[in-house]
T-cell receptor, first 114, second 111 residues
């Protein structure tokens, strides 16, 4: 199997603070992980590609200084939302790639910035 | 960049009826994925199609990829309440190797 664990499942933070979201591949190694963002009733938008041991690749329009990605090991990628603001409130989902074609998704993190 | 268009956007079906969801790509598909999502939760992998004309089935769900590899359909037979959710088609394209998704089809099953 391929299981991806995402933590926390939900978080509320104050405006101006930072929040870290973890994405772990539990039973396989993932050199590549992906971070998506989903607004209510909309589809998933790819934010960035996280590469183990190297810098993340960000999609156009995604601020790399605001959404810090670290992929320090083959089983863990983290997304840190820095200086969060209410407009950053969203549902964030990670995905890990197993092999060439397998994309397994985490259960998502609901971020609310107040 | 790759764009995926799903239709219909939403669908209300009486329990027991069949239904079809379509996904059309602006470019040739080299891997088409179908996922199901309950609102506010993660994605559940359903099927992946690669070859033109390929068809796969799992329980009451059948997915097909056309010969030209630009359109896929997801068919549910004898729908049940457990089929309710958001169905997303995704394909490799756009940024790096991440999946690009369609906007999703919201499926409601009426008892």
């Amino acid at each position: 199997g391929a299981v991806v664990s995402q933590h926390p499942s939900w978080v509320i933070c104050k405006s101006g603070t930072s929040v870290k979201i973890e994405c772990r591949s539990l039973d396989f190694q993932a050199t590549t992980m992906f971070w998506y963002r989903q607004f209510p009733k909309q589809s998933l938008m790819l934010m960035a590609t996280s590469n183990e041991g190297s810098k993340a690749t960000y999609e156009q329009g995604v601020e790399k200084d605001k959404f810090l990605i670290n992929h320090a090991s083959l089983t863990l990628s983290t997304l840190t939302v820095t200086s969060a603001h209410p407009e950053d409130s969203s549902f964030y989902i990670c995905s890990a790639r197993k092999g060439r074609n397998g994309y397994t998704f985490g259960s998502g993190t609901r971020l609310t910035v107040v | 960049s790759q764009e995926l268009e799903q239709s219909p956007q939403s669908l209300i079906v009486q329990e027991g009826k069949n239904l079809t969801i379509n996904c059309t790509s602006s470019k040739t598909l080299y891997g088409l994925y179908w996922y199901k999502q309950k609102y506010g939760e993660g994605l559940i992998f359903l099927m992946m199609l690669q070859k033109g004309g390929e068809e796969k089935s799992h329980e009451k769900i059948t997915a097909k990829l056309d010969e030209k590899k630009q359109q896929s359909s997801l068919h549910i037979t004898a729908s049940q309440p457990s089929h309710a959710g958001i169905y997303l088609c995704g394909a490799v394209g756009g940024g790096a190797d991440g999946l690009t998704f369609g906007k999703g089809t919201h499926l409601i099953i009426q008892p």
